[in-house]
Protein backbone atom coordinates (compact mmCIF):
# COMPACT_ATOMS: atom_id res chain seq x y z
CA UNK A 1 0.00 0.00 0.00
CA UNK A 2 2.94 2.29 0.65
CA UNK A 3 4.88 2.10 -2.53
CA UNK A 4 0.58 2.49 -4.63
CA UNK A 5 0.66 5.56 -2.83
CA UNK A 6 4.06 7.01 -3.37
CA UNK A 7 3.78 5.80 -6.77
CA UNK A 8 0.78 7.67 -7.30
CA UNK A 9 1.95 10.89 -5.69
CA UNK A 10 5.11 10.88 -7.90
CA UNK A 11 2.61 10.43 -11.20
CA UNK A 12 0.29 13.42 -9.68
CA UNK A 13 3.85 15.39 -9.44
CA UNK A 14 4.76 14.95 -13.05
CA UNK A 15 4.58 17.58 -15.79
CA UNK A 16 2.69 15.35 -17.89
CA UNK A 17 0.11 15.05 -15.19
CA UNK A 18 -0.24 18.60 -14.62
CA UNK A 19 -0.58 19.05 -19.05
CA UNK A 20 -3.51 16.47 -18.70
CA UNK A 21 -4.64 18.05 -16.26
CA UNK A 22 -4.94 21.51 -17.69
CA UNK A 23 -6.27 20.39 -20.68
CA UNK A 24 -9.44 19.61 -18.66
CA UNK A 25 -9.80 23.19 -17.88
CA UNK A 26 -9.54 24.67 -21.38
CA UNK A 27 -12.08 22.30 -22.74
CA UNK A 28 -14.66 23.18 -19.45
CA UNK A 29 -14.12 26.81 -20.72
CA UNK A 30 -15.10 25.84 -24.17
CA UNK A 31 -18.05 24.10 -23.02
CA UNK A 32 -19.28 27.09 -21.09
CA UNK A 33 -18.55 29.66 -23.60
CA UNK A 34 -20.47 27.47 -26.54
CA UNK A 35 -23.34 27.34 -23.87
CA UNK A 36 -23.48 30.60 -23.35
CA UNK A 37 -23.81 31.05 -27.04
CA UNK A 38 -26.68 29.19 -27.47
CA UNK A 39 -28.48 30.92 -24.67
CA UNK A 40 -27.69 33.75 -26.30
CA UNK A 41 -29.24 31.91 -29.70
CA UNK A 42 -32.29 31.03 -27.67
CA UNK A 43 -32.64 34.38 -26.33
CA UNK A 44 -33.10 36.17 -29.78
CA UNK A 45 -35.13 32.87 -31.09
CA UNK A 46 -32.18 31.22 -33.63
CA UNK A 47 -31.23 27.99 -31.32
CA UNK A 48 -29.55 26.02 -33.20
CA UNK A 49 -28.64 23.45 -30.59
CA UNK A 50 -30.34 23.18 -26.57
CA UNK A 51 -28.39 25.84 -24.69
CA UNK A 52 -26.31 22.89 -22.63
CA UNK A 53 -23.36 20.26 -22.32
CA UNK A 54 -24.98 17.91 -25.40
CA UNK A 55 -25.94 20.84 -27.56
CA UNK A 56 -22.15 22.56 -26.68
CA UNK A 57 -21.02 19.08 -28.05
CA UNK A 58 -22.92 18.70 -31.18
CA UNK A 59 -22.34 22.71 -32.07
CA UNK A 60 -18.61 21.60 -31.99
CA UNK A 61 -19.01 18.20 -34.13
CA UNK A 62 -21.05 20.27 -36.83
CA UNK A 63 -18.05 22.41 -37.35
CA UNK A 64 -15.41 22.00 -39.99
CA UNK A 65 -12.70 19.44 -38.47
CA UNK A 66 -15.43 19.01 -35.52
CA UNK A 67 -14.39 15.52 -34.80
CA UNK A 68 -11.00 16.34 -34.15
CA UNK A 69 -12.38 19.42 -31.97
CA UNK A 70 -14.40 16.62 -30.19
CA UNK A 71 -11.86 14.79 -29.81
CA UNK A 72 -9.52 17.37 -28.37
CA UNK A 73 -12.10 18.50 -26.01
CA UNK A 74 -12.92 14.44 -25.26
CA UNK A 75 -9.51 14.26 -24.07
CA UNK A 76 -9.76 17.30 -21.99
CA UNK A 77 -12.59 16.05 -20.21
CA UNK A 78 -11.67 12.99 -19.49
CA UNK A 79 -8.12 15.18 -17.81
CA UNK A 80 -9.99 17.20 -15.97
CA UNK A 81 -12.37 14.34 -14.30
CA UNK A 82 -8.85 12.45 -13.76
CA UNK A 83 -7.81 15.30 -11.88
CA UNK A 84 -10.86 15.87 -9.50
CA UNK A 85 -10.65 12.14 -8.78
CA UNK A 86 -6.74 12.12 -7.82
CA UNK A 87 -7.93 14.97 -5.66
CA UNK A 88 -10.96 13.67 -4.22
CA UNK A 89 -9.54 9.93 -3.51
CA UNK A 90 -5.53 11.40 -2.71
CA UNK A 91 -6.52 14.39 -1.23
CA UNK A 92 -3.28 15.86 -2.47
CA UNK A 93 -1.90 17.55 -5.31
CA UNK A 94 1.42 19.09 -5.36
CA UNK A 95 1.19 22.79 -6.26
CA UNK A 96 -2.70 22.46 -4.24
CA UNK A 97 -1.79 21.32 -1.39
CA UNK A 98 -3.78 18.86 0.79
CA UNK A 99 -7.48 19.29 0.52
CA UNK A 100 -10.11 19.40 3.15
CA UNK A 101 -13.50 17.13 3.50
CA UNK A 102 -15.30 19.82 1.63
CA UNK A 103 -13.03 20.12 -1.28
CA UNK A 104 -12.48 16.31 -1.42
CA UNK A 105 -16.71 16.04 -1.28
CA UNK A 106 -16.89 18.63 -4.55
CA UNK A 107 -13.91 17.36 -6.26
CA UNK A 108 -15.65 13.87 -6.37
CA UNK A 109 -18.58 15.09 -7.62
CA UNK A 110 -17.34 17.33 -10.04
CA UNK A 111 -14.89 13.53 -11.27
CA UNK A 112 -18.56 12.28 -11.51
CA UNK A 113 -20.01 15.47 -13.54
CA UNK A 114 -17.19 15.41 -15.86
CA UNK A 115 -17.14 11.77 -16.27
CA UNK A 116 -20.69 11.88 -17.69
CA UNK A 117 -19.60 14.65 -19.91
CA UNK A 118 -17.21 12.83 -21.75
CA UNK A 119 -19.00 10.00 -22.11
CA UNK A 120 -21.33 11.92 -23.86
CA UNK A 121 -18.72 13.53 -26.09
CA UNK A 122 -17.71 9.90 -27.09
CA UNK A 123 -21.31 9.43 -27.64
CA UNK A 124 -21.70 12.55 -29.87
CA UNK A 125 -18.51 11.85 -31.92
CA UNK A 126 -19.61 8.41 -32.71
CA UNK A 127 -22.74 9.63 -33.46
CA UNK A 128 -25.09 7.60 -31.81
CA UNK A 129 -26.64 9.64 -29.51
CA UNK A 130 -29.72 10.44 -29.19
CA UNK A 131 -32.05 13.20 -31.19
CA UNK A 132 -30.74 17.06 -30.00
CA UNK A 133 -35.30 17.31 -29.35
CA UNK A 134 -35.20 14.06 -27.13
CA UNK A 135 -35.97 15.44 -23.90
CA UNK A 136 -34.13 12.71 -22.03
CA UNK A 137 -33.71 15.35 -18.79
CA UNK A 138 -37.85 15.53 -18.53
CA UNK A 139 -38.57 11.71 -19.36
CA UNK A 140 -35.33 10.57 -16.49
CA UNK A 141 -37.53 12.25 -13.48
CA UNK A 142 -40.41 10.89 -14.63
CA UNK A 143 -39.08 7.37 -14.81
CA UNK A 144 -37.60 7.57 -11.49
CA UNK A 145 -40.95 9.23 -10.40
CA UNK A 146 -42.78 6.30 -10.75
CA UNK A 147 -40.49 4.23 -8.61
CA UNK A 148 -40.22 3.08 -4.86
CA UNK A 149 -39.14 5.92 -3.62
CA UNK A 150 -38.73 7.79 -6.51
CA UNK A 151 -40.30 10.82 -5.45
CA UNK A 152 -37.60 11.34 -2.84
CA UNK A 153 -34.57 10.43 -5.36
CA UNK A 154 -35.78 13.74 -7.44
CA UNK A 155 -36.23 15.73 -4.45
CA UNK A 156 -33.06 14.60 -3.38
CA UNK A 157 -31.22 15.49 -6.45
CA UNK A 158 -32.82 19.14 -6.45
CA UNK A 159 -31.77 19.34 -3.19
CA UNK A 160 -28.26 18.93 -4.01
CA UNK A 161 -28.71 21.25 -6.95
CA UNK A 162 -29.62 24.03 -4.34
CA UNK A 163 -27.08 23.53 -2.30
CA UNK A 164 -24.32 23.32 -5.45
CA UNK A 165 -25.85 26.69 -5.89
CA UNK A 166 -25.21 28.19 -3.03
CA UNK A 167 -21.49 27.17 -2.90
CA UNK A 168 -21.29 29.22 -6.39
CA UNK A 169 -22.42 32.11 -4.86
CA UNK A 170 -20.90 31.66 -2.17
CA UNK A 171 -17.58 31.44 -4.43
CA UNK A 172 -18.50 34.06 -6.45
CA UNK A 173 -19.56 36.60 -3.82
CA UNK A 174 -16.81 36.34 -1.71
CA UNK A 175 -14.29 35.87 -4.24
CA UNK A 176 -12.85 32.16 -3.02
CA UNK A 177 -12.43 30.46 -6.10
CA UNK A 178 -9.21 33.03 -6.26
CA UNK A 179 -7.03 30.86 -3.50
CA UNK A 180 -7.50 27.60 -5.98
CA UNK A 181 -5.39 29.59 -8.48
CA UNK A 182 -1.46 31.31 -8.99
CA UNK A 183 -2.88 35.22 -8.49
CA UNK A 184 0.82 36.20 -7.36
CA UNK A 185 1.82 35.27 -11.24
CA UNK A 186 -0.60 37.47 -12.68
CA UNK A 187 -0.13 41.24 -13.52
CA UNK A 188 -2.35 43.77 -11.33
CA UNK A 189 -4.75 44.46 -14.74
CA UNK A 190 -4.77 40.71 -15.24
CA UNK A 191 -5.71 39.98 -11.99
CA UNK A 192 -8.47 42.60 -11.79
CA UNK A 193 -10.16 40.68 -15.23
CA UNK A 194 -9.69 37.25 -13.94
CA UNK A 195 -11.18 38.43 -10.91
CA UNK A 196 -14.62 40.21 -12.67
CA UNK A 197 -14.84 36.86 -15.11
CA UNK A 198 -14.94 34.12 -12.02
CA UNK A 199 -17.31 36.53 -10.16
CA UNK A 200 -19.87 36.58 -12.90
CA UNK A 201 -19.41 33.07 -14.06
CA UNK A 202 -19.83 31.63 -10.73
CA UNK A 203 -23.07 33.79 -10.28
CA UNK A 204 -24.45 32.69 -13.61
CA UNK A 205 -23.73 29.30 -12.39
CA UNK A 206 -25.65 29.61 -8.84
CA UNK A 207 -28.73 31.44 -10.82
CA UNK A 208 -28.54 28.27 -13.40
CA UNK A 209 -27.95 25.53 -10.92
CA UNK A 210 -30.42 27.26 -8.66
CA UNK A 211 -33.28 27.32 -11.61
CA UNK A 212 -32.56 23.45 -12.05
CA UNK A 213 -32.85 22.30 -7.92
CA UNK A 214 -36.07 24.80 -8.04
CA UNK A 215 -37.38 23.08 -10.78
CA UNK A 216 -36.36 19.12 -9.31
CA UNK A 217 -38.00 20.16 -5.94
CA UNK A 218 -41.23 21.32 -7.37
CA UNK A 219 -41.51 18.06 -9.43
CA UNK A 220 -40.92 16.34 -6.54
CA UNK A 221 -43.36 18.08 -4.24
CA UNK A 222 -46.10 18.14 -6.77
CA UNK A 223 -45.17 15.31 -7.96
CA UNK A 224 -45.15 16.25 -12.12
CA UNK A 225 -42.32 15.24 -13.98
CA UNK A 226 -42.93 17.77 -16.76
CA UNK A 227 -41.25 20.49 -14.17
CA UNK A 228 -38.13 18.81 -13.43
CA UNK A 229 -36.22 20.26 -16.57
CA UNK A 230 -31.97 20.25 -17.05
CA UNK A 231 -30.00 23.57 -17.83
CA UNK A 232 -31.83 23.61 -21.25
CA UNK A 233 -35.16 23.24 -19.85
CA UNK A 234 -34.79 25.82 -17.03
CA UNK A 235 -32.99 28.49 -19.62
CA UNK A 236 -35.92 28.26 -21.33
CA UNK A 237 -38.27 28.72 -18.69
CA UNK A 238 -36.44 31.44 -17.70
CA UNK A 239 -37.13 33.50 -20.72
CA UNK A 240 -40.68 33.04 -20.28
CA UNK A 241 -41.00 35.44 -17.05
CA UNK A 242 -41.22 39.09 -17.46
CA UNK A 243 -37.83 40.58 -18.62
CA UNK A 244 -36.85 37.08 -19.30
CA UNK A 245 -35.34 37.36 -22.37
CA UNK A 246 -33.16 40.38 -20.64
CA UNK A 247 -32.29 37.48 -18.34
CA UNK A 248 -31.30 34.99 -20.58
CA UNK A 249 -28.97 37.25 -22.17
CA UNK A 250 -27.20 38.09 -18.60
CA UNK A 251 -26.80 34.75 -17.53
CA UNK A 252 -25.38 33.46 -21.20
CA UNK A 253 -23.18 36.06 -21.17
CA UNK A 254 -22.40 35.09 -17.17
CA UNK A 255 -21.60 31.56 -18.91
CA UNK A 256 -19.53 32.58 -21.45
CA UNK A 257 -17.83 34.59 -18.95
CA UNK A 258 -17.32 31.80 -16.46
CA UNK A 259 -15.67 30.08 -19.52
CA UNK A 260 -13.39 32.47 -20.47
CA UNK A 261 -12.32 32.15 -16.51
CA UNK A 262 -11.74 28.62 -16.58
CA UNK A 263 -9.43 28.92 -19.94
CA UNK A 264 -7.71 31.51 -18.25
CA UNK A 265 -7.27 28.99 -15.30
CA UNK A 266 -5.88 26.28 -17.11
CA UNK A 267 -2.56 28.40 -17.21
CA UNK A 268 -2.67 29.44 -13.39
CA UNK A 269 -4.94 27.08 -11.75
CA UNK A 270 -3.15 25.50 -8.76
CA UNK A 271 -2.50 21.62 -10.12
Not at 68 to 79: E, F, K, M, Q, R
Not at 193 to 205: K, P, Q, Y
Not at 221 to 230: Q, R
Not at 244 to 264: N, R
Request: with cysteine.
Amino acid sequence: MATAHRTVHEVTAGRNFERFARTGYVARGVLYVLMGILAVELAVGQASNRPNQEGALRLVAEQTFGRVLLVLIAVGLLGYTVLRFTQAFIGRTPEAGRHGAADRISAFASGCAYAIFFGLAITVLVGSAGSNNGGGAEKAPADILGMTGGRWIVLGAGVVFLGVAAYQGWMGARRRFLKYTKTERMSRVGLRNFTILGVVGHVARCVVFALVGTFLVRAAVEYDPKEAVGIDGALQRLQDHAYGTLALVAVAIGLIAFGVYSAVDARYRKI
